[in-house]
């Protein structure tokens, strides 16, 4: 999903000090027996026989070290929010101990009470300023809570105490968020100068030059990139991956090896006991709901609007499960008022929300997340629902064995291909892409657009990180092909905008034929402008998504390269929908030939964008009744072959 203004979409990975480190320093020695003897149960591992020696203790003499080190072992055996009571009960009576401050912040962070944590970070660095730990950590809390800035402010602290390649990683990650891609791609390199296996600096360092658009870099990296992760090794977040290779079999090995990742920070290194276990509820309507971070001014949140606005509500509930922050947009407002219920979870852990899920009998559980940023798997892993399925946020398998489906068409995950998922596909009969009813746009001038007012605009208003040496080489043999025409680029950063123009020179092409589009303040101005190009040149292997739909909502026609993977293939299935297939090439050599014969003719040029015009008004991309009724049907066959499941597999 690439739409206007859209955020990374990647999840970064920030690295957190200890979850809950051992005794502090500040505690008074033990002077109890069975205390003493409760600290080294805890310190072999035997939480349960310490934590009964602690409650023994406590009714003798509730020091705050008891509270404190019985708090540690709460949180070992999974009980965060008792831990949480004991740390409570230290404080209460040794007020000024850091370390309790910083122990009980540490588990609100993992249980994604934020603004509670950074509180309590706060409270333990007005205690003791130099506690570094508790700087990091207070970092990675500021980073979910969107606010890199302050994050990187807290990192710096954290680097006069300590630099290591945890610090100097989590301080590149926080440049990366604030788009400074060289100094952050400058960390990284220091990180793993350090220590040269750190589990996430490679990719971060990847990432970082696919978007300052550093194809040297790319280059450089791609083959290291695809050894390690053959081996096994996590090296590159599987968004990025989607635009370094199009071999679907590499890039479920990448989703797998992350989702496990995700589970053992989410502390889920064990499948817990599934919150259904077979139930057959009977409500009147279907309830399906809808689990997500992008339920808001996001791209996902753009598209799947209009088919929450079209639910059949007399047969199905619609039921939001937000997990992340209001942005307080009017999309927002309009999302969360289409849901039959709306419930803003952030602030609970995985097994609150899968316990919400399952108190609320919901019949299907529908991730719209996929490996982006702000997933969390380890509501799935609960299993809170006969049926989880996966849709529309990550062109790509999850890589997870316990969501049941990925909704998709035959485009883009044809049933051959069932071996590079973990899911079962499960087709929509057009696109999996979500219909929208193409808008009455205002007219917009070019010049206004800073567009030329007279010769041919090429567009590809994609992230410029999808945009790779190959096709850029074809863009360029475009403009000398075709004289007068510009390229429309979607506006980066100020190294990816030097990048490019440097290397348009390079290939001979005046760095003033390619126009750079500014963000826009609505969607609707992004639209309006869309329409004022002659032809979108699609990016390979990472298609046009939101974007592409876009396109061909204003009458926009694209050519595009239909790979292996089904990122690479979405364009290919939203110009089937509209039937324009003839506008999908297999090779570089047809998509550029393909190009440069409609530029150069303006004739048949005219006719793709007269059968797009009728496409508008009866083709099933542009159709959300249609779309959702389709969708529905999709939900009622999964339901009753979930119940079917769960009967046969019943004990006689």
């Not at 602290?157 to 604030?178: I, Q, T």
């Not at 074809?474 to 007068?484: E, Q, T």
Request: charge should be negative; proline fraction near 5%.
């Amino acid at each position: 999903m690439e739409g206007r203004d859209d955020a990374t979409g990647l999840h970064v990975v920030f690295c957190l000090d200890a979850n809950v480190p051992g005794r502090s320093e500040e505690l008074s020695p033990v002077s109890s027996e069975r205390h003493k003897r409760a600290i080294a149960l805890h310190r072999t591992g035997d939480f349960t026989k310490a934590l009964d020696l602690y409650n023994k203790e406590l009714s003798r003499n509730p020091s705050g070290q008891l509270h404190y080190d019985r708090a540690l072992t709460l949180w070992e055996l999974g009980r965060g929010k008792e831990a949480i009571a004991g740390y409570d009960s230290a404080i209460s009576l040794e007020p000024d101990l850091a370390a309790a401050h910083y122990n009980r912040a540490t588990i609100l962070q993992k249980l994604h009470h934020l603004p509670e944590a950074l509180a309590g970070f706060d409270e333990a660095l007005k205690l003791q300023g130099d506690l570094n730990l508790a700087w990091n950590n207070r970092a990675g809390v500021l980073k979910e809570m969107g606010r890199y800035q302050e994050a990187l402010d807290s990192l710096d602290h954290v680097l006069v105490l300590r630099r290591d390649d945890r610090v100097l990683y989590n301080r590149g990650s926080m440049l990366f968020a604030l788009e400074r891609f060289e100094e952050a791609v400058a960390d990284f390199e220091q990180a793993l100068r350090i220590n040269p296996k750190h589990p996430e600096a490679l990719g971060m360092m990847a990432s970082a030059a696919l978007k300052s658009c550093d194809w040297g870099q790319v280059a450089r990296l791609a083959s290291r990139i695809r050894d390690e992760l053959t081996a096994g090794v996590a090296v590159l977040p599987p968004l990025m991956l989607l635009n370094y290779c199009d071999d679907p079999l590499l890039q479920r090995k990448s989703s797998q090896i992350n989702l496990a990742l995700e589970l053992d920070r989410a502390h889920i290194t064990q499948p817990p006991a599934p919150l259904w276990q077979g139930q057959r509820y009977n409500h009147e309507r279907i309830r399906i709901a809808y689990l997500s971070s992008d339920l808001r001014e996001h791209p996902v949140g753009r598209n799947v609007v209009n088919v929450l606005e079209h639910h059949d509500r007399a047969h199905f509930e619609a039921i939001g499960i937000f997990t992340s922050r209001s942005d307080d947009s009017e999309l927002f407002l309009r999302i969360s008022n289409t849901f039959d219920q709306f419930h803003n979870v952030a602030a609970l852990s995985d097994e609150e929300v899968a316990q919400l899920i399952r108190a609320l009998e919901v019949d299907i559980l529908v991730d719209l997340n996929g490996q982006t940023d702000g997933w969390r798997p380890g509501i799935c892993r609960f299993r809170p629902a006969p049926i989880i399925a996966t849709w529309l946020g990550y062109a790509g398998t999850t890589g997870a064995d316990f969501i049941d489906y990925i909704i998709a068409d035959a485009i883009v995950a044809p049933l051959k291909d069932q071996s590079f998922f973990s899911e079962s596909i499960s087709h929509l009969p057009s696109t999996f892409w979500p219909a929208s009813t193409p808008p009455t746009l205002a007219e917009a001038c070019r010049v206004e657009c800073g567009l030329p007012s007279e010769g041919f605009v090429f567009a590809c208003l994609n992230n410029p990180w999808k945009i790779g040496a190959a096709q850029f080489h074809v863009w360029m043999r475009l403009l000398k092909a075709v004289p007068g025409s510009v390229l429309w680029l979607r506006q980066g950063n100020g190294s990816t905008i030097h990048n490019l123009r440097m290397k348009a020179n390079s290939l001979g092409v005046s760095a003033g034929r390619i126009i750079f589009a500014p963000p826009t303040e609505t969607n609707a101005q992004h639209l309006t402008r869309l329409k004022l190009a002659d032809l979108f040149l699609d990016t390979f292997p990472y298609n046009a998504h939101a974007t592409a739909a876009d396109a061909l909502m204003v009458g926009l026609p694209i050519v595009t390269m239909k790979g292996a993977s089904f990122a690479s293939r979405v364009a290919a299935s939203l110009l089937a929908a509209v039937g324009l297939s003839d506008l999908v090439t297999e090779d570089i050599h047809q998509y550029e030939n393909l190009a440069l014969a409609l530029a150069k003719d303006p004739t048949r040029l005219k006719t793709v964008r007269e059968r797009l015009g009728i496409a508008r008004a009866t083709a099933p991309l542009f159709n959300p009744v249609r779309f959702a009724s389709d969708l529905e049907e999709l939900y009622r066959n999964m339901l009753k072959n979930a119940y079917r499941k769960a009967r046969d597999d019943r004990p006689n």
